[in-house]
């Protein structure tokens, strides 16, 4: 297991010597220690190729060429059920579950998780299966208290026709600063509001 420890805000040093104590604690209770590397690699050279970007083909496409994601914040506890449900969609829309990936990373200090699910796809016929998955997981996610923290598409109106209030104020800044809706396309549109009948409509 790899794992980066930082400070940041008020008392950054006393951060990181807390959260260094804390793991330590946890690393002797379970009877393991902890080494600055392993092998011909260490934390720095670690760090470094996982915050460069991949040369040549990405790697989600290197399956079947394309994909399309779904992803949202939620709580670990719940990630089981999201997993279940999306499971259950995409056998009913006959596409191999073994061919999905799923991507669960806690975020906040694990009081909130990512979860995304990746539908690689390569052929017209398996392109239309995914849109279909797609639409129909956003909305059953959103049914499920799934928070599409990055709102664009269809999630726009899912997340946002949650709380009419705050919406209602995004639209009213937007018209101020981006009157001629130049920015932002496809979450915030002016000519949009959501509605129920919204979720139907889909997106990629």
Known sequence: MFVGIWGRGFLPQ???????TSIMDIIRDQGQTMEKGVHKYDGKSLAARMTTPCEGEYWKEMIKGSFSDIF??????KVPEFIVEMNSIVKKNDYDANEM???IQPQNCGTSVHLEFTLPYGTDK?????????REASVAMADM??????????WSN???????????VLMRLKGIFDPD????????????KPS???SEKGGM
């Not at 208290?145 to 269809?154: E, L």
């Not at 026709?161 to 209602?168: E, G, I, L, N, R």
């Open 14 to 20: 006393k951060r990181f010597e807390s959260q260094k």
């Open 72 to 77: 949202f914040v939620t709580t670990l506890g």
């Open 101 to 103: 990936g799923i991507y």
């Open 126 to 134: 398996e392109k239309a299966v995914v849109e279909k998955i797609y």
């Open 145 to 154: 208290g799934a928070y599409y923290s990055r709102p664009y598409g269809i």
């Open 158 to 168: 899912l997340q946002l026709s949650k709380d009419s209030v705050s919406y209602d």
């Open 181 to 192: 809706d130049v920015l932002n396309r496809g979450k915030l549109t002016l000519t949009d």
């Open 196 to 198: 129920s009948s919204d």
